[in-house]
Structures are given as structure tokens and as C-alpha cells.
T-cell receptor, first 113, second 116 residues
Framework: SQKIEQNSEALNIQEGKTATLTCNYT??????LQWYRQDPGRGPVFLLL?????KEKRKERLKVTFDTTLKQSLFHITASQPADSATYLC????????????FGAGTRLAVHP | GAVVSQHPSRVICKSGTSVKIECRSL??????MFWYRQFPKKSLMLMAT?????????EQGVEKDKFLINHASLTLSTLTVTSAHPEDSSFYIC????????????FGQGTRLTVV
């Protein structure tokens, strides 16, 4: 079955540094991959989508890479700020499922001043 | 961006009662919406796909008689937790997309259900 793995341990970094989060998946060849941000007690908010034929995508301080050979995506936040502290979720579409998403457990990021 | 509104944000109910949660797409029509459940520090688990004008499609292990889904219009899906028990206490979240493949999902604010 499809499986997504994110580092379940919290990531603590200093303000201004680059945060790098990892998403690995198995038994699957998704057409695209998405990253979401979730704050406590709130629904996820879409950040970036990267397609299988794209190696890298950027949006302001965010960068996502997608390595279909390694079956891995990396999510980077440069010049991190305390306001970036949240849980970041990796999501893949169910195979054959129209916009149905399977989510990783998420990685909690804490940016310290 | 598109807005999906979920109501209520919090609800406390007694065991044995039913609770209805509404999910509305405010500025677009959604033929399909999705309902997720999330336990503390856990991933979102897809419960069912809500289809406008037809029956919902439930994921394996989700009791359709327990979690009733109605998608009566292109902007509203409801999830009713029937005969709620304490183990149904959880964070329920809905999502919708504009209707094109490979696009972002817009999520509601979530509903914290506590069954006492």
C-alpha cells in the first residue's frame, strides 16, 4: 500500500537559518506532491505543488524538490522566522483518486529567536 | 485563494446524541468534497469522499452508518456523527478543490468534537 514518511521528531532551528524537511514515499509513483502548513487546531493551508516532471519549485522563501528516483521530496524554508513555526505536511494523491490526498504525519518545526 | 468554511469549530455533546458538521465552499462550486479525521499529533486520515447528488464513498474501516454524509448542493456537504461515543472525539476537517485535477485542496477550519 502507499506509504508516506516524514520525520516525526520536531525540528528546532535558530531564526535566520534554513529549515529542511523530508518526505519519503514507497509503493507509489505520484503525478505530483504537495506541501501544506498546519497550525494547532486549524485546517491545513496549501503551500506548494510540484509535479513529477519538475525537479524544483520555489515560492518566496520556500523551495521544494522532487526526486522520483529516490522517492523523496525536500522542503526548504530559507531565512526562517519564528512565524514559520508550525507543522508541515507532505501530501500525495491516492493512485487513481481524483484529488484524494494521503498525508504524512507531518514534521513540527520550531524556529527560535 | 478559495475559501472553505466549516461549522461549528468546536462542539461538545453527550454520548448517544448525534452531531452535524457543515462544510461550505464559499466562492466556488465543489462537486467533490473530502472528510478527514485527525488524532493529536497524527496525520489526517481520509474518511470519505462526498459526491454532490450521489452517495458518498467511504474508505475502508469507516462505518457509513456511523458517519452520515450528505452533499445536497454544489457548495455544501454535511457530516453527521450518529450516536456519538467518547471514542468519536477527534478533529474533523473537510476539504474541497476547484474541480481540476492536480490542484490544491482548500481546507475548512476543522471541528473539534468532544463526546462526554
Amino acid at each position: 500500500s502507499q506509504k508516506i514518511e516524514q520525520n516525526s521528531e520536531a525540528l528546532n532551528i535558530q531564526e535566520g537559518k534554513t529549515a529542511t524537511l523530508t518526505c519519503n514515499y514507497t509503493n507509489y509513483s505520484p503525478a505530483y506532491l504537495q506541501w501544506y502548513r498546519q497550525d494547532p487546531g486549524r485546517g491545513p493551508v496549501f503551500l506548494l505543488l510540484i509535479r513529477e516532471n519538475e525537479k524544483e519549485k520555489r515560492k518566496e522563501r520556500l523551495k521544494v524538490t522532487f526526486d522520483t528516483t529516490l522517492k523523496q521530496s525536500l522542503f526548504h524554508i530559507t531565512a526562517s522566522q519564528p512565524a514559520d513555526s508550525a507543522t508541515y505536511l507532505c501530501a500525495l494523491p491516492f493512485s487513481g483518486g481524483y484529488n484524494k490526498l494521503i498525508f504524512g504525519a507531518g514534521t513540527r518545526l520550531a524556529v527560535h529567536p | 485563494g478559495a475559501v472553505v468554511s466549516q461549522h461549528p469549530s468546536r462542539v461538545i455533546c453527550k454520548s448517544g446524541t448525534s452531531v452535524k458538521i457543515e462544510c461550505r465552499s464559499l466562492d466556488f462550486q465543489a462537486t467533490t468534497m473530502f472528510w478527514y479525521r485527525q488524532f493529536p499529533k497524527k496525520s489526517l486520515m481520509l474518511m470519505a469522499t462526498s459526491n454532490e447528488g450521489s452517495k458518498a464513498t467511504y474508505e475502508q474501516g469507516v462505518e457509513k452508518d456511523k458517519f452520515l454524509i450528505n452533499h445536497a448542493s454544489l457548495t455544501l456537504s454535511t457530516l453527521t456523527v450518529t450516536s456519538a461515543h467518547p471514542e468519536d472525539s477527534s478533529f474533523y476537517i473537510c476539504s474541497a478543490s476547484r474541480g481540476h485535477a492536480n490542484t490544491e485542496a482548500f481546507f475548512g477550519q476543522g471541528t473539534r468534537l468532544t463526546v462526554v
